[in-house]
């Protein structure tokens, strides 16, 4: 019978990701990750298998994080205020890359950029990702449209498109130096460009209560 691990594998993963979110896959060695979390390196490999797998895993945790932070906001809620939970979302996401005053940015993009060219696991849970990301977006625009917030003739694939290139874009060119207060107005322009209707417009562009700082919240 195969003994239990005698080490906390959250801790682990936890201490795992924030390194490679530090240094890169490239810059980041076993014996980095054996001092970050406490393990020998052959407790590693037996966990995990060597480093690659050891990166898909916490890759895939925290898309998986990025895609439960957006389900959090977007559904489960009446059509009547899916307008709301748009805003909202969009609102949270560039706060987020406000706040991020060390410039890590976001792993998933992250990862993505240094090795989804090379690494046909990272290129595939990161487009998997993405691809659910659209999907909520989707959604609460249709939802907006059949309570005639939005227009019923607009397309909601390419609005959930455009939403989602600012709302991870705007990770990007923050990490880059970008001004939080940009940020901030280039959530409002996107979310004023929707073809709202009625007196919506003005409502949609006005951030609600912040968020309290989100940490390592995706």
Sequence with gaps: MARPRAFDERHVLEQARKQFWATGYAGTRMDDISRATGLGK????????????????????????????????????????????????????AE???????????????????????????????????RALLALLRTEISAAQRHGDIDRDADPEALAALLLTVVRGAEAVGKAGLAPETLRTVANTALGLLPLTGGRRRHVTEPGPSDEDQGDTP
């Design 42 to 93: 052959g407790s590693l490999y037996g966990a995990f298998g060597d480093k690659a797998g050891l990166f898909h895993r916490v890759f895939d945790d925290w898309c998986t994080a990025v895609v439960e932070v957006a389900r959090e906001h977007l559904t489960g809620g009446p059509d009547a205020e899916a307008l709301d939970r748009l805003s909202g979302y969009v609102h949270l996401m």
């Design 96 to 130: 987020n890359s406000a706040s991020d005053t060390e410039r890590r940015g976001c792993l998933l993009a992250k990862g993505a950029a240094e090795l989804a060219h090379q690494d046909p696991a990272v290129a595939g849970r990161s487009a998997e990702a993405m």
